[in-house]
Antibody, heavy 122, light 111 residues
């Protein structure tokens, strides 16, 4: 079955950038959207954006427009999330999650990656 | 401030039935399917209900979902101690080029 494996924890300074990877294995990659969802400590889930790899056209939540870039590398079945101009309230666990249906960024996520903790502190 | 509204907490005793509500609007729940996620402490979320009322294989039939208008509900019957978790509703929202919205989450305590 499909597995998503994310890169490891990051510690960043305010104003810097972070790039987190999400490698897919065990199933088709290019036609299934991968979304990024984050969860601040003790808080709920927040959708950031997603991409269908074969289309290379991401869809971003308005809140992150201009600060977020999601890209896909079909040759390695990996999706990347880069967040710039980091602030302390960007401290969160960042999850990648695959749409359960092909050819659409949807709210039906299955499976999820294990999560990557990004800590932003001076 | 989440787009979808859920009660922050719910509780019940073993064997009881509890329901968790999720309220939205015409641009999300009113026109798109609702999914529910269970998040156990320290774990990634897992889909519990998709397309309003469908259970993925492996999810016990104690869990059920429903939708009416701009609201949805998750019901858990025969409550068990390992149901203690955070539960989130999610929907696609047609506004602003389309995006996914989540509820704020409901922490379920089994007393």
């Amino acid at each position: 079955q499909v597995q998503l494996v994310q890169s490891g924890a990051e510690v960043k300074k305010p104003g810097s950038s972070v790039k987190v990877s999400c490698k897919s294995s065990g199933g088709p990659f290019s036609t299934y959207a991968i979304s990024w969802v984050r969860q601040a400590p003790g808080q709920g889930l927040e959708w950031m954006g997603g991409i269908i790899p074969i289309l290379h056209t991401p869809n971003y939540a308005q809140k992150f427009q201009g600060r977020l870039t999601i890209t896909a590398d079909q040759s390695t079945s990996t999706v990347y999330m880069e967040l710039r101009s980091l602030k302390s309230d960007d401290t969160a666990v960042y999850y990648c999650a695959r749409s359960a249906i092909p050819s659409a960024i949807s709210n039906w996520f299955d499976p999820w990656g294990q999560g990557t903790l990004v800590s932003v502190s001076s | 401030q989440s787009v979808l509204s859920q009660p922050p907490s719910a509780s019940g005793t073993p064997g009881q039935r509890v329901t968790i509500s999720c309220s939205g609007s015409s641009s999300n729940i009113g026109s798109n399917a609702v999914n529910w996620y269970q998040q156990l402490p320290g774990k990634a979320p897992k889909v519990l209900i998709y397309a309003n009322d469908m259970r993925p294989s492996g999810v016990p039939d104690r869990f059920s979902g429903s939708k009416s208008g701009t609201s949805a509900s998750l019901a858990i019957s025969g409550l068990q101690s390992d149901d203690e978790a955070d539960y989130y509703c999610a929907a696609w929202d047609d506004s602003l080029n389309g995006h996914v919205v989540f509820g704020g989450g409901t922490k379920l305590t089994v007393l």
